[in-house]
């Protein structure tokens, strides 16, 4: 018995004794450049959402994608259609923030380009970095561009029904 206890301790301390060595490790630091690290990650997954958009990597998030371009075109192209037909009518609702009270067609395109950027990109990194186990997390990256997509085909509809009727000098319309 004592010879497996003398064993047992001379192979405790020889294996203590490597596992005592000192290996420097890096000292942890603040990353000085946390803004540059998030810029490049967005600017990465904007050139991985380009590139998958145009390759038809992802058929589901591309054709939402196309859809949503397509919603937004068509409310825009309606809104200016009646801001072409009455000269005193106004935009109206969250929109009228963002492009102003009698906007130009510069204005929607530049207001269009961001809006579907964001959300397009936004629900490419959710699709592709998402926990896919969860049942769940499968319809949840849709969410940012269904519900643009609900928005502007309930406004493009809403445009297209407006009977406006002005008066002979096209000033007063109902």
């Known amino acids: 018995m004592r010879k497996i ?11 203590s004794v490597g596992a005592q060595e000192f ?9 000085s450049n946390a803004f540059g690290a998030i810029a490049g990650g967005l600017v990465t997954e904007t050139g991985a959402a380009a590139r998958d958009l145009v ?3 992802d058929p589901k998030w591309t054709f939402l994608t196309i859809a949503q371009i397509g919603a937004a075109t068509a409310d825009a192209e309606t809104s200016l259609h ?4 009455c000269p ?7 929109a009228r923030l963002v492009v102003g009270r009698r906007p130009d067609a510069h204005k929607y395109i530049v207001a269009g380009l961001i809006e579907i950027s964001v959300e397009a990109v936004t629900a490419h990194y959710l699709r592709n970095h998402g926990p896919i186990r969860k049942w769940y997390w499968r319809y949840l990256w849709a969410v940012p561009q269904t519900f643009s997509l609900y928005e502007h085909t309930r406004a493009d509809f809403h445009n297209a029904g407006l009977q406006l009727r002005c008066d002979s000098a096209g000033l007063n319309c109902f």
Do not use: Y
């Open 5 to 15: 206890s003398l064993m047992a301790a001379i192979f405790l301390a020889t294996s």
């Open 23 to 31: 290996v420097r490790s890096q000292p942890a630091r603040r990353d």
């Open 55 to 57: 390759t038809w990597h």
């Open 82 to 85: 009646n801001f072409h037909r």
């Open 88 to 94: 005193t009518c106004v935009e109206k609702g969250i």
